[in-house]
């Protein structure tokens, strides 16, 4: 998961016809953040609109409309880049100076946010190329068609890249805003955060993907939703156990009850399923693709793959 920050600073470019829905999750959910603070933790949770044309209004699909406030500072200035589409209709209606300032941001190494139809615009630009994103179920198909080299999925609050974050948006968009909290200013302020919003504890939330929400320890669920949403991220077995307060001996029960594997057995398995993807709609090396997904080393991602798969990536990857 990203490294704590204690700031968290997003400028937010806002699409023709965007999702207010989306806009006021992300609003609330920085805001309320910044009160439950205590006096000593002193903690910036900042939203910036910004807009090539900052002087122009921009109406939402519920007929509001939101003025800009700045024009663009550097990327530097800001944790992240989000952007909040709307209907389908409209992406072509956005500035291409904004689209240009995605680029740009991207560029400087600094994580872009595509929320609802938001994650089309980034699609567009090529700035979610062989990378996972989580697309509403309403747009998938539609996405998958526009985008093949795009490995899109339904049913996630949101995918954790680590330069490219996506959410489907709606309620999501508080899922997606109280993880980021959590990662940059910690559990505490993220638990009391999501009371506040009246979100769901993650011990009573159920899953949207069936092959999820069909796991009966709602501990065991959680793990498995995290797993997925970081999947490019350093993971271990401790951290997850943490996470839902259980020993690591007791998460590796849970999953050999569930799965017959340990909880890095799992993991190795769902990063050497988006390897196949990877090896058969990217470019990347065998060598690129067993470190972006966490392998020691080539050899090591070879012969995983071989077990798993009965096959080399080589030969997987030969038309």
Same mark, same amino acid.
């Given at each position: #998961? ?11 470019? *806002?699409?023709?016809?965007? @999702? &207010? ?5 992300? #609003? $609330? =959910?920085?805001?309320?953040? +910044? ?11 900042? &939203?910036? !609109? ?7 209004? %921009? ?11 700045? =024009? ?16 389908? $209709? ?5 500035? @291409?100076?904004?689209? #240009?300032? *995605?680029? $740009? ?21 090529? *700035? ?23 490995? =899109? ?5 949101? %995918?954790?890249?680590?330069?490219? *974050? ?5 309620? @999501? ?30 011990? =009573? ?19 498995? #939703? ?42 190795? +398995?769902?990063? !050497? ?47």
């Amino acid at each position: #998961m990203p490294a704590r920050n204690k700031t968290l600073h997003i400028g937010l470019l *806002l699409w023709p016809n965007f @999702s &207010l829905l989306a806009l006021s999750g992300l #609003m $609330e =959910a920085l805001r309320t953040a +910044s009160s439950v603070q205590k006096c000593s933790q002193k903690i910036a949770f900042n &939203l910036s !609109l910004i807009s090539v044309n900052p002087d122009l209004p %921009i109406t939402s699909s519920a007929g509001i409309s939101v003025q800009p406030e700045v =024009a663009y500072a550097t990327p530097g200035a800001f944790d992240y880049i989000a952007v909040i589409g709307g209907s389908l $209709e409209y992406l072509e209606q956005g500035y @291409s100076g904004d689209r #240009m300032f *995605l680029a $740009e941001a991207h560029h400087s190494n600094i994580p872009l946010i595509g929320i609802g139809s938001g994650s089309f615009i980034l699609a567009e630009e090529g *700035l979610l190329n062989e990378r996972r994103a989580s697309i509403h179920p309403d747009h998938h198909d539609v996405f998958t068609q526009r985008f093949p080299q795009v490995y =899109a999925e339904q049913g996630l609050d949101f %995918i954790d890249e680590g330069d490219v *974050l996506t959410c489907p948006g709606g309620i @999501s968009t508080l899922t997606l805003t109280t993880a980021l909290i959590r990662s940059h200013a910690g559990d505490d302020i993220a638990a009391t955060t999501s009371r506040r919003l009246s979100l769901s504890p993650h011990a =009573a939330a159920t899953p949207r993907p069936a092959n999820i929400a069909l796991i009966p320890d709602s501990r065991l669920r959680r793990v498995v #939703m995290m797993i997925e949403q970081y999947l490019t991220h350093p993971l271990s077995t401790a951290g997850l156990a943490q996470a839902v307060k259980l020993s690591e001996r007791q998460l590796n029960r849970l999953f050999h009850a569930e799965f017959g594997k340990t909880a890095r057995e799992f993991i190795r +398995s769902a990063r !050497l399923r988006y390897a196949c993807w990877l090896l058969k709609n990217s470019q990347q090396s065998v060598t690129d693709i067993a470190r972006r997904l966490g392998f020691s080393d080539c050899a090591h991602f070879i012969r995983h793959f071989q077990i798993e798969y009965g096959c080399t990536p080589g030969v997987w990857r030969t038309p």
